[in-house]
């Protein structure tokens, strides 16, 4: 199994991320899609947000984790165990 990388989110990321969270939500809700830009919107910070959990830090940061292979045609495999 490839080394898994965590890091910032960026925006070279963006294609790849959604077309993870397309997969997920055509499993749900089939034939539906987000855009690309509708997901960059998401994570951007809303400054009239209130955040009230107590867990949650001062500054609001996206991680993204990279595997060395692209997403489409990969056999599922286990999450790394911590």
């Known amino acids: 199994m ?5 890091r910032p989110f960026r925006r070279a990321d963006r294609d790849q991320l959604t077309e993870l969270i397309n ?6 809700v089939p034939g539906v899609s987000v ?7 998401a994570l951007e910070r809303q400054p009239d947000e209130f955040i009230t959990d107590p867990w ?3 500054a609001r940061s996206t991680g993204s ?11 599922p495999t286990r999450p790394p165990t911590c």
């Open 2 to 6: 490839p080394a898994l990388q965590v």
């Open 35 to 41: 855009s690309v830009n509708t997901v960059l919107s």
């Open 23 to 28: 997969a997920h939500v055509a499993a749900v």
């Open 65 to 75: 984790s990279a595997v060395r292979r692209p997403p489409s045609g990969r056999t």
């Open 56 to 58: 949650v830090g001062a």
